[in-house]
Protein backbone atom coordinates (compact mmCIF):
# COMPACT_ATOMS: atom_id res chain seq x y z
CA UNK A 1 0.00 0.00 0.00
CA UNK A 2 1.21 3.37 -0.70
CA UNK A 3 1.05 5.46 2.13
CA UNK A 4 2.38 8.25 0.97
CA UNK A 5 -1.58 8.37 -1.19
CA UNK A 6 -3.11 8.05 2.18
CA UNK A 7 -1.60 11.60 3.37
CA UNK A 8 -4.63 13.69 1.22
CA UNK A 9 -7.56 11.40 2.67
CA UNK A 10 -6.03 11.58 5.84
CA UNK A 11 -5.42 15.58 5.96
CA UNK A 12 -8.93 15.68 4.96
CA UNK A 13 -10.11 13.01 7.84
CA UNK A 14 -8.25 15.04 10.66
CA UNK A 15 -10.07 18.52 9.22
CA UNK A 16 -13.76 16.94 9.21
CA UNK A 17 -13.01 16.14 12.93
CA UNK A 18 -11.76 18.97 13.90
CA UNK A 19 -14.73 21.11 12.92
CA UNK A 20 -16.92 18.58 14.58
CA UNK A 21 -15.22 18.90 17.55
CA UNK A 22 -14.85 22.86 17.19
CA UNK A 23 -18.54 22.99 16.16
CA UNK A 24 -19.50 20.58 18.83
CA UNK A 25 -17.83 22.43 21.77
CA UNK A 26 -18.98 25.86 20.71
CA UNK A 27 -22.28 24.70 21.20
CA UNK A 28 -22.57 22.34 24.01
CA UNK A 29 -20.14 25.32 26.04
CA UNK A 30 -23.26 27.40 25.25
CA UNK A 31 -25.89 25.40 26.50
CA UNK A 32 -24.30 24.40 29.45
CA UNK A 33 -23.07 27.80 30.56
CA UNK A 34 -27.04 29.00 30.19
CA UNK A 35 -27.37 26.09 32.58
CA UNK A 36 -24.48 27.13 34.82
CA UNK A 37 -25.24 31.25 34.61
CA UNK A 38 -29.22 31.02 34.95
CA UNK A 39 -28.62 28.88 37.93
CA UNK A 40 -26.53 31.05 39.76
CA UNK A 41 -28.60 34.16 39.40
CA UNK A 42 -31.16 31.53 40.79
CA UNK A 43 -28.99 30.61 43.87
CA UNK A 44 -28.01 27.36 42.79
CA UNK A 45 -24.33 26.72 43.32
CA UNK A 46 -22.38 24.49 40.59
CA UNK A 47 -19.94 22.17 41.70
CA UNK A 48 -18.86 20.95 38.19
CA UNK A 49 -18.70 22.99 34.64
CA UNK A 50 -17.57 20.48 32.38
CA UNK A 51 -16.72 20.51 28.59
CA UNK A 52 -15.96 16.78 27.13
CA UNK A 53 -16.10 13.53 29.48
CA UNK A 54 -13.35 11.03 30.38
CA UNK A 55 -10.32 11.78 31.56
CA UNK A 56 -9.46 16.03 32.91
CA UNK A 57 -7.15 17.30 30.54
CA UNK A 58 -7.69 20.93 32.64
CA UNK A 59 -9.26 22.15 35.59
CA UNK A 60 -9.20 25.60 37.89
CA UNK A 61 -11.76 25.84 40.55
CA UNK A 62 -12.83 29.82 41.01
CA UNK A 63 -13.51 32.24 43.44
CA UNK A 64 -17.15 30.64 44.34
CA UNK A 65 -15.80 26.90 44.44
CA UNK A 66 -16.71 25.87 41.22
CA UNK A 67 -14.88 23.62 39.18
CA UNK A 68 -14.38 24.80 35.61
CA UNK A 69 -12.79 21.03 33.52
CA UNK A 70 -11.79 20.05 29.72
CA UNK A 71 -12.18 16.20 29.57
CA UNK A 72 -10.69 14.26 26.58
CA UNK A 73 -14.16 13.36 25.40
CA UNK A 74 -15.00 16.47 23.44
CA UNK A 75 -18.84 14.78 22.57
CA UNK A 76 -21.01 16.86 25.35
CA UNK A 77 -20.97 18.72 28.52
CA UNK A 78 -22.13 18.83 32.06
CA UNK A 79 -23.05 21.05 34.79
CA UNK A 80 -23.57 19.37 38.15
CA UNK A 81 -25.40 21.40 40.45
CA UNK A 82 -24.83 20.94 44.72
CA UNK A 83 -27.29 18.19 45.56
CA UNK A 84 -26.72 16.28 42.18
CA UNK A 85 -26.05 12.86 42.58
CA UNK A 86 -24.79 12.75 39.20
CA UNK A 87 -24.11 14.51 36.35
CA UNK A 88 -27.42 14.22 34.83
CA UNK A 89 -29.18 15.84 37.80
CA UNK A 90 -31.39 12.91 38.35
CA UNK A 91 -31.33 11.64 42.22
CA UNK A 92 -30.89 13.75 44.80
CA UNK A 93 -27.22 12.88 46.52
CA UNK A 94 -27.28 11.68 50.26
CA UNK A 95 -26.35 15.26 52.03
CA UNK A 96 -27.28 14.82 55.59
CA UNK A 97 -26.79 17.85 58.06
CA UNK A 98 -27.80 20.46 55.55
CA UNK A 99 -29.61 23.45 56.96
CA UNK A 100 -31.82 25.57 55.40
CA UNK A 101 -29.58 28.22 53.41
CA UNK A 102 -27.49 25.47 52.60
CA UNK A 103 -30.20 23.13 50.87
CA UNK A 104 -31.31 26.37 48.83
CA UNK A 105 -28.31 26.23 47.08
CA UNK A 106 -28.67 22.51 46.33
CA UNK A 107 -30.40 21.75 42.98
CA UNK A 108 -33.15 19.53 45.22
CA UNK A 109 -33.46 22.32 47.38
CA UNK A 110 -34.38 25.59 45.49
CA UNK A 111 -37.83 26.50 44.37
CA UNK A 112 -39.52 24.83 41.45
CA UNK A 113 -39.49 27.78 39.71
CA UNK A 114 -35.97 27.97 39.84
CA UNK A 115 -35.38 24.47 38.80
CA UNK A 116 -37.38 25.08 36.08
CA UNK A 117 -35.77 28.19 34.68
CA UNK A 118 -32.19 26.50 35.34
CA UNK A 119 -32.71 23.71 33.45
CA UNK A 120 -35.02 25.64 30.04
CA UNK A 121 -31.78 28.03 29.97
CA UNK A 122 -29.73 25.81 28.44
CA UNK A 123 -31.90 25.33 25.24
CA UNK A 124 -33.04 28.56 25.40
CA UNK A 125 -28.84 29.21 24.93
CA UNK A 126 -28.63 27.68 22.00
CA UNK A 127 -31.73 29.49 20.44
CA UNK A 128 -30.06 32.72 21.50
CA UNK A 129 -26.47 31.74 19.83
CA UNK A 130 -28.48 31.01 16.64
CA UNK A 131 -30.33 34.22 16.69
CA UNK A 132 -27.14 36.32 17.59
CA UNK A 133 -24.86 34.36 14.77
CA UNK A 134 -27.71 34.60 12.02
CA UNK A 135 -27.82 38.74 12.63
CA UNK A 136 -24.26 38.98 13.04
CA UNK A 137 -23.61 37.19 9.49
CA UNK A 138 -26.34 39.65 8.30
CA UNK A 139 -24.71 42.68 9.70
CA UNK A 140 -21.39 42.17 8.27
CA UNK A 141 -22.62 41.00 4.66
CA UNK A 142 -25.91 43.88 4.26
CA UNK A 143 -28.24 43.67 2.53
CA UNK A 144 -29.14 44.46 -1.34
CA UNK A 145 -30.63 47.72 -0.92
CA UNK A 146 -32.13 49.74 -3.69
CA UNK A 147 -32.01 51.37 -6.33
CA UNK A 148 -30.26 48.22 -7.38
CA UNK A 149 -26.78 49.38 -8.46
CA UNK A 150 -23.63 47.15 -9.33
CA UNK A 151 -21.09 46.91 -6.28
CA UNK A 152 -18.96 43.89 -8.01
CA UNK A 153 -18.60 41.42 -11.70
CA UNK A 154 -18.52 38.18 -10.72
CA UNK A 155 -15.82 36.34 -13.05
CA UNK A 156 -17.17 34.65 -16.13
CA UNK A 157 -15.40 33.12 -19.44
CA UNK A 158 -14.35 36.06 -21.74
CA UNK A 159 -17.13 37.75 -23.54
CA UNK A 160 -19.07 40.70 -23.83
CA UNK A 161 -19.42 42.55 -20.55
CA UNK A 162 -19.46 46.38 -20.34
CA UNK A 163 -21.16 46.79 -17.12
CA UNK A 164 -18.77 48.70 -14.35
CA UNK A 165 -19.09 49.25 -10.82
CA UNK A 166 -21.40 51.98 -9.28
CA UNK A 167 -24.11 51.19 -12.71
CA UNK A 168 -27.63 51.45 -11.61
CA UNK A 169 -29.95 49.24 -13.41
CA UNK A 170 -32.43 51.18 -15.52
CA UNK A 171 -33.49 48.11 -17.50
CA UNK A 172 -32.67 44.95 -19.46
CA UNK A 173 -33.49 44.30 -22.86
CA UNK A 174 -36.07 47.41 -22.54
CA UNK A 175 -38.13 46.01 -19.82
CA UNK A 176 -37.93 48.68 -16.64
CA UNK A 177 -36.27 47.27 -13.85
CA UNK A 178 -37.96 46.52 -10.40
CA UNK A 179 -36.65 46.96 -7.01
CA UNK A 180 -34.94 43.87 -6.04
CA UNK A 181 -38.05 42.46 -4.15
CA UNK A 182 -39.67 41.70 -7.72
CA UNK A 183 -36.02 41.25 -9.76
CA UNK A 184 -36.64 37.40 -9.47
CA UNK A 185 -39.76 37.13 -11.01
CA UNK A 186 -38.57 40.17 -13.46
CA UNK A 187 -35.73 37.99 -14.75
CA UNK A 188 -37.52 35.14 -15.04
CA UNK A 189 -39.33 37.23 -18.01
CA UNK A 190 -36.68 38.20 -19.77
CA UNK A 191 -35.35 36.99 -23.06
CA UNK A 192 -33.31 34.04 -22.79
CA UNK A 193 -30.34 35.13 -25.05
CA UNK A 194 -26.76 35.24 -23.99
CA UNK A 195 -26.09 38.66 -24.45
CA UNK A 196 -28.54 41.44 -23.37
CA UNK A 197 -28.77 45.14 -23.45
CA UNK A 198 -28.63 46.81 -20.25
CA UNK A 199 -29.56 50.38 -19.53
CA UNK A 200 -27.65 52.10 -16.57
CA UNK A 201 -26.97 55.12 -15.09
CA UNK A 202 -23.11 55.72 -15.23
CA UNK A 203 -22.99 58.49 -13.06
CA UNK A 204 -24.88 61.48 -14.35
CA UNK A 205 -25.57 60.05 -17.91
CA UNK A 206 -28.14 57.41 -19.10
CA UNK A 207 -26.01 54.21 -21.23
CA UNK A 208 -27.09 51.39 -23.15
CA UNK A 209 -24.63 48.67 -22.69
CA UNK A 210 -24.14 44.83 -23.18
CA UNK A 211 -23.43 42.64 -20.72
CA UNK A 212 -24.22 38.59 -20.34
CA UNK A 213 -27.80 37.67 -18.95
CA UNK A 214 -28.64 38.53 -15.61
CA UNK A 215 -28.70 35.25 -14.15
CA UNK A 216 -25.74 33.10 -15.53
CA UNK A 217 -25.07 29.56 -14.93
CA UNK A 218 -22.45 30.55 -12.01
CA UNK A 219 -21.89 28.29 -8.93
CA UNK A 220 -22.90 31.11 -5.68
CA UNK A 221 -22.95 28.02 -3.17
CA UNK A 222 -22.16 24.66 -3.23
CA UNK A 223 -24.10 22.42 -0.79
CA UNK A 224 -22.10 19.99 1.73
CA UNK A 225 -22.60 16.48 1.25
CA UNK A 226 -24.08 16.96 -2.16
CA UNK A 227 -23.34 15.63 -5.80
CA UNK A 228 -21.53 19.13 -6.59
CA UNK A 229 -19.34 19.25 -3.11
CA UNK A 230 -18.45 15.44 -3.91
CA UNK A 231 -16.80 16.36 -7.42
CA UNK A 232 -15.14 19.28 -5.70
CA UNK A 233 -17.30 21.42 -7.77
CA UNK A 234 -16.61 25.31 -6.04
CA UNK A 235 -18.25 28.88 -5.74
CA UNK A 236 -17.14 30.82 -8.78
CA UNK A 237 -17.19 27.51 -11.17
CA UNK A 238 -19.27 28.17 -14.59
CA UNK A 239 -21.36 25.41 -16.02
CA UNK A 240 -20.47 26.25 -19.78
CA UNK A 241 -22.38 23.18 -21.33
CA UNK A 242 -24.27 20.22 -20.14
CA UNK A 243 -24.05 16.58 -21.80
CA UNK A 244 -22.20 18.59 -24.44
CA UNK A 245 -25.14 20.67 -24.89
CA UNK A 246 -24.44 24.72 -24.30
CA UNK A 247 -25.70 26.51 -21.43
CA UNK A 248 -25.48 30.39 -20.28
CA UNK A 249 -28.33 30.84 -17.74
CA UNK A 250 -28.86 29.13 -14.13
CA UNK A 251 -32.53 28.19 -15.34
CA UNK A 252 -31.10 26.16 -18.19
CA UNK A 253 -29.00 24.20 -15.34
CA UNK A 254 -32.23 23.38 -13.38
CA UNK A 255 -34.00 22.35 -16.11
CA UNK A 256 -31.79 19.66 -17.26
CA UNK A 257 -30.98 18.31 -13.41
CA UNK A 258 -34.60 17.94 -13.71
CA UNK A 259 -34.98 16.58 -17.08
CA UNK A 260 -32.03 14.20 -16.09
CA UNK A 261 -34.17 12.21 -13.43
CA UNK A 262 -31.33 11.13 -11.36
CA UNK A 263 -29.29 9.91 -14.78
CA UNK A 264 -25.44 10.86 -14.67
CA UNK A 265 -24.87 14.43 -16.39
CA UNK A 266 -21.51 15.08 -17.69
CA UNK A 267 -20.74 19.27 -16.96
CA UNK A 268 -18.43 21.38 -18.49
CA UNK A 269 -16.58 24.31 -15.97
CA UNK A 270 -14.91 27.22 -16.56
CA UNK A 271 -12.82 28.02 -13.44
CA UNK A 272 -11.26 31.56 -12.81
CA UNK A 273 -7.77 31.04 -13.07
CA UNK A 274 -4.68 33.13 -14.64
CA UNK A 275 -5.37 33.80 -18.57
CA UNK A 276 -8.20 32.73 -19.72
CA UNK A 277 -9.19 30.01 -16.62
CA UNK A 278 -9.15 26.65 -16.51
CA UNK A 279 -11.69 23.87 -18.01
CA UNK A 280 -12.53 20.95 -16.15
CA UNK A 281 -15.49 18.75 -17.21
CA UNK A 282 -17.19 16.82 -14.10
CA UNK A 283 -19.12 13.99 -14.04
CA UNK A 284 -22.03 13.41 -11.13
CA UNK A 285 -25.89 12.48 -10.93
CA UNK A 286 -28.39 14.52 -9.22
CA UNK A 287 -30.18 13.23 -6.22
CA UNK A 288 -33.55 13.25 -4.51
CA UNK A 289 -33.41 15.72 -2.30
CA UNK A 290 -36.78 16.62 0.34
CA UNK A 291 -37.36 20.34 0.56
CA UNK A 292 -39.42 22.55 3.07
CA UNK A 293 -42.34 24.14 1.14
CA UNK A 294 -43.95 27.23 1.47
CA UNK A 295 -46.63 25.50 2.97
CA UNK A 296 -45.24 23.72 5.63
CA UNK A 297 -44.74 20.37 3.67
CA UNK A 298 -42.28 19.12 1.46
CA UNK A 299 -41.50 18.72 -2.43
CA UNK A 300 -39.36 16.55 -3.84
CA UNK A 301 -36.44 17.18 -5.92
CA UNK A 302 -33.68 16.33 -8.48
CA UNK A 303 -30.68 18.30 -6.89
CA UNK A 304 -26.98 18.40 -7.21
CA UNK A 305 -26.14 21.24 -4.93
CA UNK A 306 -25.73 24.43 -6.08
CA UNK A 307 -27.05 27.46 -5.85
CA UNK A 308 -26.88 30.12 -8.48
CA UNK A 309 -26.86 34.50 -8.41
CA UNK A 310 -26.84 37.39 -10.07
CA UNK A 311 -24.19 38.04 -13.03
CA UNK A 312 -22.83 41.04 -10.09
CA UNK A 313 -22.56 41.40 -6.70
CA UNK A 314 -25.23 44.04 -5.80
CA UNK A 315 -24.54 47.25 -3.80
CA UNK A 316 -25.74 46.49 0.35
CA UNK A 317 -26.30 48.58 3.33
CA UNK A 318 -26.01 48.06 6.71
CA UNK A 319 -29.33 46.62 8.36
CA UNK A 320 -30.43 48.68 11.66
CA UNK A 321 -30.00 45.88 15.22
CA UNK A 322 -33.57 45.34 15.09
CA UNK A 323 -33.91 44.44 11.70
CA UNK A 324 -30.72 41.90 12.02
CA UNK A 325 -32.05 40.76 15.32
CA UNK A 326 -35.84 40.09 13.56
CA UNK A 327 -34.18 38.19 10.66
CA UNK A 328 -32.09 36.00 13.18
CA UNK A 329 -35.47 34.97 14.65
CA UNK A 330 -37.15 34.13 11.69
CA UNK A 331 -34.25 32.39 10.51
CA UNK A 332 -34.06 30.36 13.93
CA UNK A 333 -38.06 30.05 13.84
CA UNK A 334 -37.95 28.09 10.61
CA UNK A 335 -35.44 25.72 11.45
CA UNK A 336 -37.52 24.89 14.55
CA UNK A 337 -40.62 24.19 11.93
CA UNK A 338 -38.89 22.67 9.40
CA UNK A 339 -37.24 20.42 11.97
CA UNK A 340 -40.55 19.18 13.26
CA UNK A 341 -42.14 19.73 10.25
CA UNK A 342 -39.46 17.13 8.53
CA UNK A 343 -39.58 14.45 11.43
CA UNK A 344 -43.39 14.36 11.48
CA UNK A 345 -42.90 13.48 7.32
CA UNK A 346 -40.62 10.86 8.06
CA UNK A 347 -42.39 9.28 10.35
CA UNK A 348 -45.82 9.56 8.32
CA UNK A 349 -43.95 8.03 5.48
CA UNK A 350 -43.82 10.88 3.28
CA UNK A 351 -40.28 11.73 2.81
CA UNK A 352 -37.32 9.52 3.08
CA UNK A 353 -35.87 8.67 6.56
CA UNK A 354 -32.15 9.44 4.97
CA UNK A 355 -32.91 13.48 5.71
CA UNK A 356 -31.96 11.97 9.33
CA UNK A 357 -28.06 11.72 10.10
CA UNK A 358 -25.81 11.16 12.85
CA UNK A 359 -22.41 12.25 14.18
CA UNK A 360 -20.86 10.87 10.95
CA UNK A 361 -23.37 13.21 8.43
CA UNK A 362 -23.28 16.27 10.59
CA UNK A 363 -19.32 15.93 10.85
CA UNK A 364 -19.12 15.89 7.41
CA UNK A 365 -20.88 18.55 6.98
CA UNK A 366 -19.13 20.51 9.71
CA UNK A 367 -15.91 19.97 7.31
CA UNK A 368 -17.48 20.48 4.12
CA UNK A 369 -19.05 24.28 6.02
CA UNK A 370 -15.58 24.73 7.06
CA UNK A 371 -13.69 24.31 3.84
CA UNK A 372 -16.15 26.93 2.11
CA UNK A 373 -14.62 29.63 4.76
CA UNK A 374 -15.50 31.01 7.82
CA UNK A 375 -18.53 32.65 7.41
CA UNK A 376 -20.45 29.30 6.07
CA UNK A 377 -18.68 27.42 8.88
CA UNK A 378 -20.34 29.71 11.78
CA UNK A 379 -23.83 30.06 9.83
CA UNK A 380 -23.21 25.67 10.55
CA UNK A 381 -22.75 26.49 13.97
CA UNK A 382 -25.96 28.43 14.38
CA UNK A 383 -28.32 25.91 12.39
CA UNK A 384 -26.56 23.12 14.38
CA UNK A 385 -26.60 25.24 17.96
CA UNK A 386 -30.72 25.48 16.66
CA UNK A 387 -30.97 21.66 16.26
CA UNK A 388 -29.45 21.07 19.02
CA UNK A 389 -31.62 23.15 21.68
CA UNK A 390 -35.27 21.86 19.77
CA UNK A 391 -33.75 18.22 20.51
CA UNK A 392 -33.43 19.04 24.30
CA UNK A 393 -36.35 20.39 24.65
CA UNK A 394 -38.08 16.94 23.16
CA UNK A 395 -40.11 15.68 26.53
CA UNK A 396 -37.75 12.29 26.86
CA UNK A 397 -36.38 11.87 30.08
CA UNK A 398 -32.39 12.59 29.99
CA UNK A 399 -33.01 15.53 28.13
CA UNK A 400 -34.21 18.82 29.09
CA UNK A 401 -37.72 18.44 27.93
CA UNK A 402 -38.09 15.50 30.32
CA UNK A 403 -36.70 16.91 33.19
CA UNK A 404 -39.37 20.16 32.64
CA UNK A 405 -42.22 17.16 32.25
CA UNK A 406 -40.71 16.58 35.84
CA UNK A 407 -41.11 19.88 36.67
CA UNK A 408 -44.57 20.22 35.07
CA UNK A 409 -45.77 17.08 37.37
CA UNK A 410 -44.97 18.25 40.36
CA UNK A 411 -46.14 21.40 39.73
CA UNK A 412 -49.37 19.77 39.52
CA UNK A 413 -49.17 17.42 42.39
CA UNK A 414 -47.35 19.62 44.27
CA UNK A 415 -44.30 16.91 44.81
CA UNK A 416 -41.79 15.44 42.81
CA UNK A 417 -42.06 11.87 40.57
CA UNK A 418 -40.81 9.20 42.97
CA UNK A 419 -37.20 8.06 42.89
CA UNK A 420 -38.36 4.50 41.55
CA UNK A 421 -40.90 6.31 38.61
CA UNK A 422 -37.65 8.64 37.71
CA UNK A 423 -35.09 5.58 37.36
CA UNK A 424 -37.44 3.54 35.08
CA UNK A 425 -38.47 6.94 33.22
CA UNK A 426 -34.43 7.42 32.65
CA UNK A 427 -34.10 4.21 31.18
CA UNK A 428 -36.80 4.37 28.84
CA UNK A 429 -35.51 7.60 27.98
CA UNK A 430 -32.03 6.43 27.39
CA UNK A 431 -33.46 3.16 25.11
CA UNK A 432 -35.11 5.66 23.40
CA UNK A 433 -31.65 8.22 22.87
CA UNK A 434 -29.83 4.90 22.12
CA UNK A 435 -32.15 3.83 19.36
CA UNK A 436 -32.52 7.17 17.65
CA UNK A 437 -28.51 7.33 17.74
CA UNK A 438 -28.17 3.97 16.06
CA UNK A 439 -30.97 4.58 13.68
CA UNK A 440 -29.03 8.13 12.42
CA UNK A 441 -26.14 6.06 12.87
CA UNK A 442 -27.46 3.73 10.18
CA UNK A 443 -28.27 6.52 7.79
CA UNK A 444 -24.66 7.78 7.86
CA UNK A 445 -23.47 4.52 6.97
CA UNK A 446 -25.95 3.40 4.02
CA UNK A 447 -27.90 6.27 3.04
CA UNK A 448 -26.66 7.91 -0.22
Not at 397 to 415: I, N, Q, S
Amino acid sequence: MDLISLIPSFGGFLYTVGAFVVALSVIVAVHEYGHYIVGRWSGIHAEVFSLGFGPVLFSRRDRRGTLWQVALLPLGGYVKFAGDANAASVGEADTPGLDAQERRRTMHGAPLWARAATVAAGPVFNFILSIVVFSAVMMIRGVPSDPLTVDDIIALPPQVQELRPGDEILSIAGREAPDLDGFGAFVDALPKEPVLDYEVLRGDQRVTVSAPYPMPAAVGGVTPQSAAADVDMRIGDVITAVDGAPIFAFDQLREKVAAADGATMELDVWRSGPGDGARETFVLAPRRVDLPAADGGFETRWLIGITGGLLFEPRTAMPGPLEAIGYGAEQTVFIVRSSLSGLYHMAAGLISSCNLRGPIGIAQTSGAAASQGWISFVWFIAVLSTAVGLLNLFPIPVLDGGHLVFHGYEAVTGRPPSERALNVLMAIGLALLGTLMIFALTNDLFCP
